[in-house]
C-alpha cells in the first residue's frame, strides 16, 4: 500500500508560480513510478507530468516548458513547479504512483490550484 498527500495549493495570479508538493509512505518510494494529473470543472482527469523511478520525466504539451516535476527519493517526495501560470491551468490536481507506467494505481486526496486574476 502506498499512501499520498499533497500540499501546496492555492490561489495564484496569472504569471505566477505555486509549488505542489506530494509525501508518499508505506513503500519503496524509490522503486515508484510518480505522477501528476489535474482535472478541471466539467473536464476528465489529464496526466500533467510523471517521473519514472530513474527519475525520466514526461509531460503534456499543454504545460512543456512551464512545469517541472522531481523528486527526493530521501525524502519521499516528488514535486511540481508550476510556472507562468494560466487560468486553463485551475484544476484539482492530483498525485498518483504505481510499480509501472501509468502512475495511476494510488492517488492522493487533491490540492486545489486556482489562477484568476
Known amino acids: 500500500q502506498v499512501q499520498l498527500v499533497e500540499s501546496g495549493g492555492g490561489l495564484v495570479q496569472p504569471g505566477g508560480s505555486l509549488r505542489l508538493t506530494c509525501a508518499a509512505s508505506g513503500s519503496a518510494f524509490n522503486t515508484l513510478v510518480m505522477g501528476w494529473y489535474r482535472q478541471a470543472p466539467g473536464k476528465q482527469r489529464e496526466l500533467v507530468a510523471t517521473?519514472?523511478?530513474?527519475?525520466?520525466?514526461n509531460y503534456a504539451n499543454s504545460v512543456k516548458g512551464r512545469f517541472t516535476i522531481s523528486r527526493d527519493n530521501a525524502k519521499g517526495t516528488v514535486s511540481l513547479q508550476m510556472n507562468s501560470l494560466k487560468p486553463d491551468d485551475t484544476a484539482i490536481y492530483y498525485c498518483?504512483?504505481?510499480?509501472?507506467?501509468?502512475?495511476?494505481?494510488?492517488w492522493g486526496q487533491g490540492t486545489q490550484v486556482t489562477v484568476s486574476s
Open positions: 517521473i519514472t523511478s530513474g527519475s525520466s520525466t
Open positions: 498518483g504512483a504505481s510499480w509501472a507506467w501509468p502512475p495511476d494505481r494510488y
